[in-house]
């Protein structure tokens, strides 16, 4: 069964250091996501992506976020600047564009910022 | 905008018995999806079930069904005959037409032997 994988699986870096979370979806999908979860918490909206661009992003996916879709495969997240509070659990999660469709989630990549 | 509230932050339930977790929306669409997630200790979010706002039939995935009131905004999860497994934290979310998921706090079920 086709899935969404991410890389690394675990992250550690300084404050300050950028990182790029890397996010393969289903082949076939359209549209994908990221959130976050801060440990303890709930899972929160980062940005979603449809057709080569931002098509909805929260209050939290600031300047020091951006996304890319490299090529037809790869799906990633930037942290230019990574601080304290970037700390978390980082999900990608793609869905086929059908309105009905569900969105599948990746394992995640958890980001320790130092 | 759409907030997606679950009242219970632990649950607990004795092995082979069933448990039913709690979960409400606020919206003002008339179009949307709602879901439950699954979160073991990996911490990878795994999809249960979902539900179309639209059909008023309950989804079911084997021991895992919904009581979904549309009218009162309210969309439980049942897990019957619970297993070990099912041990995790269960996640409400809630989908609009087009838009992001929004999911509420979270509800961690314990299954005891």
């Known amino acids: 069964e086709p899935e969404v994988t991410q890389t690394p699986s675990h992250q550690v870096t300084q404050m300050g250091q950028e990182v790029i979370l890397r996010c393969v979806p289903i082949?076939?999908?359209?549209?994908f996501y990221w959130y976050r979860q801060i440990l303890g918490q709930k899972v929160e909206f980062l940005v979603s992506?449809?057709?080569?661009?931002?098509?909805?992003k929260s209050e939290i996916f600031d300047d020091q976020f951006s996304v890319e879709r490299p090529d037809g495969s790869n799906f990633t997240l930037k942290i230019r600047s990574t601080k304290l509070e970037d700390s978390a659990m980082y999900f990608c999660?793609?869905?086929?564009?059908?309105?009905?469709?569900?969105?599948?989630f990746g394992p995640g990549t958890r980001l320790t910022v130092l | 905008a759409q907030t997606v509230t679950q009242s219970q932050p632990e649950m607990s339930v004795q092995e082979a018995e069933t448990v039913t977790l709690s979960c409400t929306y606020d919206?003002?669409?008339?179009?949307?999806?709602l879901f439950w997630y699954k979160q073991p200790p990996s911490r990878q979010m795994i999809l249960v079930i979902r539900?179309?706002?639209?059909?008023?039939q309950n989804a079911t995935e084997n021991r895992f069904s919904v009581n979904f009131q549309k009218a009162a905004k309210s969309f439980s999860l049942k897990i019957s005959d619970s297993q070990l497994g099912d041990a995790a934290m269960y996640f409400c979310?809630?989908?609009?037409?087009?838009?992001?998921?929004?999911f509420g706090a979270g509800t961690r079920l314990t299954v005891k032997p």
């Open positions: 999660a793609s869905r086929d564009g059908r309105l009905t469709d569900t969105q599948y």
């Open positions: 082949s076939n999908h359209l549209y």
């Open positions: 992506f449809y057709n080569n661009e931002i098509s909805e």
């Open positions: 919206t003002s669409e008339s179009d949307y999806y």
């Open positions: 539900q179309e706002a639209y059909k008023q």
């Open positions: 979310a809630y989908r609009s037409a087009l838009g992001d998921m929004r």
